[in-house]
């Protein structure tokens, strides 16, 4: 039925443009899965703003159905389904500091299993694409729940937020570079065990005037307004 | 209505310095921007001269740009949402830029972002579009460290208050500054700090009335 499907196994990063009104499902193979998450516009330089994102729709999380913003004010995706209602976008990507409570890893020891950080894994991604370190943004942390303590100054992170088979799905808005990494997520206290995601992509379905995504919010709506007309 | 605004009231050195006069003294006119080189072991502090009004602030190694400040690593590490005394001011490599070693506002925000026309018309609507906006000062002030697009990160907002709930919502309240608070950063090593006085004339973050910032410096 889809397109295609391709599966990112857990500790892994990968790339991928997508074109313009695919529905792109992420389903996570194991439980507390996490998958860091950038999406780049279609001339390469427009990025994922999580600031942005967050204050036009007044929320500190992403769930559907969110429109994910960019800096210059586009509609990127629009995060249409989900089997979760919180998607973390507050934690950032881990680095390979956050990997040394694992030990030592190496390729000479581990081979494929070699771990490495979100951080490197999307630099990696970024640069395949001419991009790089310098285009790095906050990520939307798929399948992970960072929360806040009512005065601010707690952040906790919720294990066991995700099981396997759960989903998110992201309706492209534009012809988008979509980075991932299956790293865990950094402020996991889990043992290594970084589940895997399954990608599929299929065809959107025409957008009529009372998608939820359109109708969620003014902001919302204009977005993806914005982004018709950048694309028209 | 155009507020009166007062001459600023004369600062004094940091605690334990205080006879020491600061080397460097500008005021940031409203809506306009600074870029300010801040060697290892200087302060800088940056104050609210009429209260209310934010301070959009971007940090970078000065050495290597790509080595810039990181809302989200930030928050992380110090397991906090809002920056005050004692927040280490991280890079997207993990290094500490600066630390801020004093407050007398008590917290700042670090996750809303700066405003820009695009995401101003996103808010607010097509009629705001030409308005001026934070990311044309930083992009006009930081042209001349190399600092382009591309190396625009998520910022800081200095004086200003957004407060996230424990369930997942986020709002925008008036300030929690006043007149002559201030906030003061000690380099980690030589930065580049990248401001914007934010001429945000939609929402609360300036009280509606963007006012002037003072920039004073102490290093040798």
């Known amino acids: 039925m889809s397109l295609y499907a391709h599966e990112i196994p857990g500790g892994a990063a990968w790339s991928t443009p997508v074109r313009a009104g695919r529905l792109v499902t992420l389903t996570a193979l194991g439980d507390d899965a996490n998958c860091s998450t950038l999406i780049v516009g279609a001339d390469r330089v427009d990025r994922m703003n999580i600031p942005d ?3 036009a729709q007044m929320s500190a999380r992403i769930l559907p159905p969110m429109v994910l913003m960019s800096d210059r004010g586009l509609a990127l995706a629009s995060v249409v389904a989900s089997s979760l209602d919180w998607h973390d976008c507050l934690g950032g990507f881990g680095h390979d500091a956050h990997l040394a409570r694992f030990g030592p890893s190496s390729y000479q020891a581990d081979r494929n299993e070699w771990r490495r950080s979100a ?3 999307l630099v990696t991604e970024l640069t395949k694409h001419g991009l790089g370190e310098r285009d790095l943004h906050a990520p939307v942390n798929f399948f992970s729940r960072v929360s806040i303590g009512e005065d601010g100054s707690s952040l906790s992170f919720a294990p066991g937020h995700s099981v396997a088979g759960d989903t998110v799905t992201l309706r492209t808005e534009q012809d988008v570079l979509i980075v991932v990494s299956t790293a865990p997520h ?4 889990a043992a290594y065990a ?3 995601v399954r990608v599929t992509v299929d065809t959107a379905p025409v957008v009529g005037p009372d998608d939820a995504s359109y109708v969620f919010r003014a902001e919302s709506a204009r977005a993806l307004e914005m982004t018709r007309r950048a694309v028209a | 209505m155009t507020a009166v605004h007062t001459s600023p009231a004369v600062a ?5 310095n205080p006879a020491n006069g600061p080397v460097h003294d500008a ?4 809506g306009d921007g600074a870029l300010v080189r801040v060697p290892a072991g200087g302060r800088l502090r940056i104050v609210d001269l009429f209260g209310n009004q934010a301070a959009d602030t971007l940090l970078y190694d000065a050495d290597d740009i790509d080595n810039r400040y990181s809302a989200f690593d930030t928050i992380r590490e110090q397991g906090a949402v809002f920056l005050t005394t004692g927040s280490r001011l991280l890079s997207t490599r993990l290094d500490e830029l600066a630390v801020i070693t004093d407050d007398t506002v008590g917290r700042h925000d670090t996750i809303g972002g700066a405003c820009a026309q695009e995401s101003n018309v996103i808010r607010y609507g097509e009629h705001v579009r030409h308005q001026h906006a934070c990311r044309q000062t930083f992009l006009a002030y930081g042209a001349a460290a190399g600092i ?7 910022n800081i907002n200095f004086f200003m208050n957004v407060p996230v709930t424990s369930a997942g919502g986020l709002q925008f309240d008036d300030g929690l500054s006043a007149p002559g608070k201030y906030v003061e950063l000690t380099a980690s090593r030589d930065i580049w700090v990248l401001l914007s006085n934010c001429p945000q004339l939609n929402n609360p973050c300036n009280g509606w009335d963007p006012t002037p910032l003072q920039l004073l410096g102490w290093w040798s």
């Open chain 1, 53 to 55: 994102t967050l204050k």
């Open chain 1, 119 to 121: 951080h490197t894994g």
């Open chain 1, 186 to 189: 950094p402020m996991s206290v």
């Open chain 1, 194 to 196: 970084p589940a895997g």
């Open chain 2, 12 to 16: 004094a050195g940091p605690a334990g």
């Open chain 2, 27 to 30: 005021t940031i006119g409203s």
């Open chain 2, 148 to 154: 382009g697009q591309r190396e625009l990160g998520h």
